[in-house]
Nanobody, 116 residues
């Protein structure tokens, strides 16, 4: 079992920045990769950034150049630094962990609201 706890969401003006954190606990040695997804009401959850245990990263085109995913192995935490935020970035953001056996775990979600 893996537990994920997100923090750092909130309200920010367009052009501002936020940093989301996702703290993992439990059987973290089984984690293969982690990622950040976001979901708007009535829409599918979208992968926006991922990081492998080896440190390889990938990003959705919609946030490339503005968001950065990083990990701190000592703190078992993954971050999403979000800069140059736009109103269309308003969503609930979820942390995700995929284990080597392909089991998937989700955090509870954190709301990000960008005002124009």
């Amino acid at each position: 079992q893996v537990q994920l706890v997100e923090s750092g969401g909130g309200l920010v003006q367009a052009g501002g920045s936020l940093r989301l954190s996702c703290a993992a606990s439990g059987r973290i040695f089984r984690i293969k990769s982690m990622g950040w997804y976001r979901q708007a009401p009535g829409k599918q959850r979208e992968l926006i950034a991922g990081i492998s245990r080896g440190g390889s990263t990938n990003y959705a085109d919609s946030i490339k150049g503005r968001f950065t995913i990083s990990g701190d192995n000592a703190k078992n935490t993954v971050y999403l630094q979000m800069n140059s935020l736009k109103p269309e970035d308003t969503d609930v953001y979820y942390c995700n962990a995929v284990l080597y056996n392909w089991d998937t775990y989700w955090g509870q979600g954190t709301q990000v609201t960008v005002s124009s």
